[in-house]
T-cell receptor
Framework: QKEVEQNSGPLSVPEGAIASLNCTYS??????FFWYRQYSGKSPELIMS????GDKEDGRFTAQLNKASQYVSLLIRDSQPSDSATYLC??????????FGGGTRVLVKP | ETGVTQTPRHLVMGMTNKKSLKCEQH?????MYWYKQSAKKPLELMFV???????ENNSVPSRFSPECPNSSHLFLHLHTLQPEDSALYLC????????????????FGEGSRLTVL
């Protein structure tokens, strides 16, 4: 069983719509959860972090965490072509080790 | 200077060659990492250095040898690699907290694309 699982996509979204990305993780003691964005040919960059159950909003991005279901999601509102990228879910159980999922490729079509 | 700089950006080597990847961070961070990114596979953590001490070695073959001479520099020495080692090697840095969960904010370099023939 993969430790952090994501649908590889591509997730095709019309411009202006909401993109919904999902991530499940296997380690119940995980404490910290992160979303990174990686443009093609570029390195990953952190866009959201969430530590407690519920929603966290930052601009057009909303992260949602449900520890009981071991599930974390990312919503991108008013999707723009510039949001086209691969989104990596990362989970930290303890210490300074992050475990990454395989990423979901998002394509926003004008 | 950008935050995390990696050289070379592209490297082609034969299986008998010895080469090194270099990473330099200008962010004043106290932890540095090597990750491997292969096509259709998740980012794989290879090594972690915190305060210049190796704190993680993720069952990486000995043909990969890391070196961290100071908190700003990290090297990955490569020797007798295999074609399956061809991948993007990413260096990252972070500022570790002394207590509590990590911020999880890794700052990545642009990566070194390695091809082993």
């Amino acid at each position: 069983q993969k430790e952090v699982e994501q649908n590889s996509g591509p997730l095709s979204v019309p411009e202006g719509a909401i993109a919904s990305l999902n991530c499940t993780y296997s380690d119940r003691v995980s404490q910290s959860f992160f979303w990174y964005r990686q443009y093609s040919g570029k390195s990953p960059e952190l866009i959201m972090s969430i530590y407690s159950n519920g929603d966290k909003e930052d601009g057009r991005f909303t992260a949602q965490l449900n520890k009981a279901s071991q599930y974390v999601s990312l919503l991108i509102r008013d999707s723009q072509p510039s949001d086209s990228a691969t989104y990596l879910c990362a989970v930290n159980a303890a210490g300074n080790k992050l475990t990454f999922g395989g990423g979901t490729r998002v394509l926003v079509k004008p | 200077e950008t935050g995390v700089t990696q050289t070379p950006r592209h490297l082609v080597m034969g299986m008998t060659n010895k080469k090194s990847l270099k990473c330099e961070q200008h962010l004043g961070h106290n932890a540095m990492y090597w990750y491997k990114q292969s096509a259709k596979k998740p980012l794989e953590l290879m090594f972690v250095y915190s305060l210049e001490e190796r704190v993680e070695n993720n069952s990486v073959p000995s043909r990969f040898s890391p070196e961290c001479p100071n908190s700003s520099h990290l090297f990955l020495h490569l020797h007798t690699l295999q074609p399956e080692d061809s991948a993007l090697y990413l260096c990252a840095s972070s500022q570790d907290r002394t207590s509590g969960p990590t911020t999880g904010e890794l700052f990545f370099g642009e990566g070194s694309r390695l091809t082993v023939l």
